[in-house]
């Protein structure tokens, strides 16, 4: 599944010695949630101005190539606290170089960057506001908000006004935010973004701690750092020299008791097999869709003696959930081999394709390859983890029988894709989805994409997955699914309205 990207990855440390490099790491082991552009924060106390500063380094661009010059962690990002991020906009144009992540700001409290992973819903209701006050906007994204929302309060603890600021916010936020003597974590109440909690021992003092926070796992894994917990929906953290607090704030949402919805895809495709999420490692969600998937839509049965079909995933977010579903189809008596039939290449840069080849073979080419000599004469089975707009399917289906596939069977480890979601990530139009463009028809669809059958996992099973798997985790948002949207949505907004 190609059609849609993440929204961003973040990270956040205090109490940590060459902190910027740790938020590199971080950033690093979380690019997957966002490629368009990666900036870092840090705060210091500079001794020329009597006072904490927060140098910044943003750029477009991947981590690696944002923070390829290594002396700004020698000579600029200095400071044992900071946050960072990772983005692609689905608010905000994204070529915009004032919308590049960590924002930051001074106001009379003093420094403050904030980082943020989510779609605010009702941001068109509170920039309208603040434009009839006669605010200026540095950018056009919607974490700018929360900024202007934090240094308007009327609250006299600066702790408090972030509380207020929070308070009005709905939809999907998850933010690190940097102060001059704390680093704040909260999620938003119905917790559609995760964020865990990790610390990193520091020195022989036993029960002293470098603290950080982080969109996945993965990042913690990477800075030598071991999971505590996750930040629990409507739950703030604050870390400092005291320590680590908690607190829970109100909100519009929790007054409308739309209790909690964990965004579902991000098991199916957003985050890494390696991290833990919502309390559980995506990767065994993963393989117990998969499991679910050979009960409702099996390899197709050959006559005795006929070669086995192989199962062949689309690398790489389908290969875990294909395992699953390999090992659940032999163990229900369904003859089949798992293969390595589909081969992505990772070192596709964006500027890779020429404007003039810009055509979806063309892309989709450059990224995936077939392997003949598994292919050729055989029933495959093809393993996504889900189809959005079926053109990069219809095309790998296409390579699969160019490589002298027998049959050709398509297997979704998701439900088919209907609704578009307010909640974060960037998806087509609800008439751009490729469910919805064959009326959810799976005979039609099959027949679009080229294959000799079509079959998806059930919402119920997508569910049983989920819960089977994590048995302490607790709601989830499967809107794109079902359609039942766990916080109400303007659904009439377009995405250009949405991008002022
Ligand atoms: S609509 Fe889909 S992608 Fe959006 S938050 Fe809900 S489950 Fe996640």
């Not at 102060?179 to 119905?190: F, G, H, M, V």
């Not at 964990?262 to 985050?271: A, D, G, M, V």
């Not at 559980?280 to 993963?286: H, I, S, T, Y």
């Not at 050709?408 to 751009?432: I, K, L, T, W």
Request: glycine share 8%.
């Amino acid at each position: 599944m190609r059609s849609i990207r993440e929204y961003c990855g973040i990270f956040g440390i205090f109490n940590a010695p060459n902190a910027a490099h740790k938020i590199y790491l971080g950033l690093h082991a979380l690019q997957h949630r966002g490629q368009e552009s990666a900036g870092i924060v840090t705060s210091v106390y500079d001794e020329a101005k009597g006072r904490k500063v927060m140098p910044s380094h943003k750029r477009p661009g991947l981590v690696l190539d944002v923070f390829k010059d290594p002396t700004l962690f020698e000579s600029k990002l200095l400071g044992t606290a900071g946050i960072g991020h990772n983005r692609y906009s689905t608010s905000g144009a994204s070529d915009n170089a004032a919308n590049i992540q960590p924002l930051l700001v001074h106001y009379r409290e003093g420094n403050l960057a904030l980082a943020h992973n989510g779609n605010i819903s009702n941001a068109r209701e509170i920039r309208r506001s603040f434009v009839e006050r006669g605010t200026l906007f540095q950018s056009t994204s919607d974490s700018e908000l929360v900024l202007h929302l934090i240094a308007q309060s009327t609250r006299r603890k600066p702790i408090d006004k972030i509380v207020d600021a929070v308070s009005q916010l709905e939809g999907a936020f998850s933010l690190v935010i940097l102060t001059d003597d704390s680093l704040i974590a909260l999620r938003d109440p119905n917790g559609f973004r995760p964020l865990a909690i990790g610390r990193i021992p520091r020195g022989e003092k036993s029960g002293e701690y470098a603290w950080c926070v982080a969109s996945e796992t993965c990042a913690f894994d990477l800075v030598g750092a071991e999971y505590v917990r996750d930040v629990e929906p409507g739950e703030l953290i604050v870390i400092n020299q005291k320590g680590i607090e908690s607190g829970q704030f109100e909100s519009y949402a929790l007054a409308q008791n739309h209790g909690v919805s964990q965004c579902i895809f991000e098991y199916i495709y957003f985050s890494r097999p390696d991290s833990k999420i919502f309390g559980e490692m995506v990767d065994k969600v993963r393989r117990k869709m998969g499991k679910q998937l050979a009960h409702d839509a099996p390899v197709p049965t050959v006559p005795e003696g006929d070669a086995k079909p192989i199962v062949i995933s689309v690398p790489d977010s389908s290969n875990t959930a294909t395992l699953g579903y390999v090992n659940e189809c032999k163990k229900l008596g369904q003859r089949c081999r798992y293969e390595i039939g589909l081969i992505r290449n990772h070192y596709v840069g964006r500027t890779f394709i020429s404007p003039g080849q810009r055509s979806r073979e063309q892309r989709v080419r450059s990224k995936f390859n077939t392997v003949e000599g598994v292919l050729k004469g055989r029933v495959v089975v093809m393993v996504d983890d889900s189809i959005v707009r079926g053109t990069t399917a219809k095309q790998l289906v296409q390579m699969v029988r160019k490589a002298g596939a027998k049959e050709v069977h398509f297997r979704v480890a998701s439900p088919p894709v209907q609704n578009p979601c307010f909640y974060g990530m960037d998806f087509p139009s609800r008439e751009e989805l490729f469910a919805n463009q064959h009326e959810c028809d799976v005979d039609v669809m099959a027949r679009w994409l080229g294959v000799d059958s079509l079959g998806y996992l059930t919402v119920e099973g997508m569910q049983g997955a989920v819960t089977t798997a994590n048995e302490k985790g607790h709601g989830y948002c499967d809107a794109c699914f079902s359609g039942n949207y766990p916080v109400p949505v303007e659904m009439n907004v377009s995405k250009e309205e949405n991008e002022w």
